[in-house]
């Protein structure tokens, strides 16, 4: 093969390469059923171009005879071995582990930030002797004395890590669903010592959210903050309209710093459920997901705003003895880093001296509004504060129940609430039968599900917990939730969030009256309750909301009927059954079906490609190559695409699985 041949052979290639690469993006997604992006695209094709050529140096440039017979072999060698980089590469380095060249300055900016707060965060471990960390699970005196000394130790070094890590073991202490009741107990304890941001930056960021001078929005603001925080910092002030408000401002710069820590809490949560068998027991992964979007919400004020709104509607449907005061907000001067809300004097529920000069009785009737209003809030509201431990509960001067801080507050939907509703009524009257059905109708039961010793757990807790003599507690609900996962039942986030609010509501009643009986007082609401429901006007609501529900049904029976009893008067009357009416199902038969038949044309055309090059008859296309041969050639390209397609497609499933 002369020169110049040879040089048409290569550009030929390269034009062939430069066509494959702008197909082989939707080939790729055709045939491996994913997106591939520029970067991969053009590697890919620079090393097919790399195999054609090496392909063709060996085989062709050193014959006389060239046909462009071979120019399909020649396109098919380049998209094999493209496809086979893709495949390889995206199992080895799944697309968006490495970032974009023009991210990497961005990237290695970060990535020092993030080294520097790693060695901060070991050192403090360290020195707490966190490291190495094994939780102790074991239900004895010894195991409860080790995980009270790794969560007070645990509780330090966060004090002295100080910024969103802080935050992030506030949010922690309210998972009495997911961590043992020592380290609940001791996260509680959490302090935030932040020094406050000097006012020059703090009246920059007000005017610069504001869009406005301060003078313009408030007589007087003081300069000295009420509280300060590791995310934000509370000022007081006076606005134009002559009302006291208090003033919640972002900390400037705080937002880089948060999402640091939020990464790196994200990178550990992953490193520890690889590697230790209790992080993968309690979800650990999950739970840090879940705490780092709780705080990316807390971030955006808007978002508390919107919640201080619903819960200040609702409040004004409570009957007045079971009514908190919810402070206002003030729409127009909220914005994402800036929240401007009523000033109510008073103290936390957190300072002994804000109830010791309260007499018993009236303790209790506030006890017993703040259970109530919780309870209503779930039941019928759909909007709870989700966290009302002492410090988010305060008592003004006369002697009323404010709530604070609504960066947690739950929403639930009708259906959600109708079944929790079920679930607490049947807690509240001890009734082991319902309280198992209202679960289990709560819940997506395995097909291998022991029923009968689920229920006879949920006996044994209630007994427990609910029989005479018992008290409840936060470990409680620790203890179903429990319960419901060693049966390998999927907890609804609803459920979890509804009993860690209850959970956490029942201490703040231990504060306000030591002797409030949670018990009692949960089976006299549920008795109100029912006893509502059975009221004449309740029973003709209810009658009336079900008869515009099935009105519509209704309308059509008769039409329905007509049709049915018509087909069985003719002998036309016939059941039809779908088989795969779920739809994970129709997809389970899709990809077995799909993955067995590409199987089996990769192996039929691998069969008949290995026949095809063999033979030795056929019409010749050079000296060493015949036609039936170029046909092989075409078929183990064929054969070697859908090979990867199912190696592709069996490997990732492997790792969906496993993840």
């Not at 978002?303 to 201080?308: G, K, T």
């Not at 989700?386 to 003004?396: A, E, I, K, Q, R």
């Not at 090059?613 to 296309?621: E, F, K, Q, S, Y």
Request: glycine share 8%; with cysteine.
């Amino acid at each position: 093969m002369s020169i110049g041949l040879i040089v048409l052979d290569i550009l030929i290639m390269v034009a062939a390469t430069v066509a494959a690469m702008a197909l082989i993006g939707a080939f790729a997604r055709r045939v491996l059923g994913m997106r591939v992006g520029v970067g991969r695209i053009l590697l890919a094709g620079i090393i097919g171009l790399g195999a054609g050529v090496g392909f063709e140096s060996r085989f062709v440039w050193g014959v006389t005879d060239y046909s462009p017979a071979l120019i399909p072999v020649q396109i098919g060698i380049i998209l094999l071995v493209a496809i086979a980089f893709l495949v390889i590469a995206e199992l080895i380095v799944p697309q968006g582990t490495i970032p974009r060249p023009d991210q990497w300055a961005t990237g290695v900016r970060h990535g020092a930030q993030r080294s520097r707060r790693y060695t901060e965060l070991v050192r403090i471990a360290m020195r707490h002797k966190l490291i190495p960390f094994t939780l102790d699970t074991a239900p004895t005196p010894a195991g409860s004395a080790e995980r009270t000394r790794q969560a007070t130790a645990l509780r330090s070094a966060l004090e002295d890590a100080g910024g969103a890590l802080v935050k992030l073991g506030q949010i922690l202490s309210t998972r009495t669903d997911v961590l043992p009741i020592e380290f609940t107990t001791q996260l509680s304890l959490l302090q935030q010592n932040v020094p406050p941001v000097p006012w020059v930056q703090i009246a920059a960021e007000l005017e610069s959210e504001l869009g406005r001078p301060l003078t313009s929005v408030f007589t007087t603001i003081d300069e000295t903050p009420l509280a300060a925080a590791s995310i934000g910092q509370l000022h007081l002030a006076t606005l134009v309209t002559g009302e006291r408000v208090a003033v919640k401002v972002q900390r400037p710069g705080i937002v880089p710093l948060v999402e640091r820590d939020i990464d790196i809490t994200r990178r550990v949560a992953k490193r520890l459920v690889e590697s230790t068998t209790w992080a993968r027991q309690f979800g650990l992964g999950d739970l840090a997901e879940s705490l780092a979007l709780n705080l990316v919400d807390e971030l955006d004020y808007r978002i508390e705003a919107s919640n201080i709104a619903a819960m200040e509607f609702t409040q004004g449907h409570h009957p007045p003895a079971e009514r908190v005061r919810i402070p206002h907000r003030f729409a127009g001067l909220c914005t994402e880093r800036v929240l401007v809300m009523e000033f109510m004097p008073g103290r936390t529920l957190s300072d002994p001296a804000s109830v010791s000069t309260l007499d018993d009785a009236t303790r209790t009737a506030l006890a017993s509004g703040l259970f109530r209003s919780s309870l209503t809030q779930i039941m019928d509201d759909g909007v709870f504060h989700s966290d009302l431990h002492p410090g988010n509960v305060m008592l003004t001067p006369e002697h009323e129940l404010a709530l604070i801080d609504f960066g947690s507050v739950g929403r639930l939907d009708s259906e959600v609430r109708a079944h929790i509703t079920d679930v607490l009524l049947a807690f509240a009257r001890s009734d082991s039968r319902a309280f198992a059905d209202s679960l289990m109708a709560f819940v997506e039961l395995p097909d291998d599900l022991d029923e009968v010793a689920l229920r006879r757990q949920i006996g044994d807790f209630m007994s427990r917990h609910l029989g005479p003599g018992a008290a409840i507690d936060v470990s409680a609900f620790t203890r179903i939730i429990f319960v419901l996962s060693e049966n390998r039942l999927t907890v609804p986030a609803e459920l979890t969030v509804a009993f860690r609010a209850v959970a956490t509501l029942e201490g703040t009643l231990r504060v306000l009256s030591p002797d409030f009986d949670f018990v009692a007082e949960a089976a006299r609401y549920a008795r109100e309750r029912v006893a509502s429901a059975q009221r004449p006007r309740a029973i003709v609501g209810a009658v009336t909301d079900e008869l515009a529900g099935l009105l519509p049904l209704v309308r059509r029976l008769p039409y329905r009927v007509d049709r049915i009893t018509g087909d069985l008067a003719d002998g036309r009357l016939s059941v039809n059954v779908r088989l795969f009416a779920d739809r994970r199902d129709r997809s389970l038969l899709r990809e077995v079906t799909s993955l067995a038949a590409l199987t089996f044309l990769a192996g039929v055309f691998g069969i008949m490609a290995s026949m095809l090059l063999t033979t030795t008859v056929g019409p010749a296309i050079t000296d060493t190559i015949s036609l039936f041969q170029l046909f092989g050639y075409l078929l183990v390209v064929a054969s070697g695409v859908l090979t990867l397609r199912v190696l592709f497609d069996v490997f990732r499933r492997r790792d969906q699985y496993r993840g």
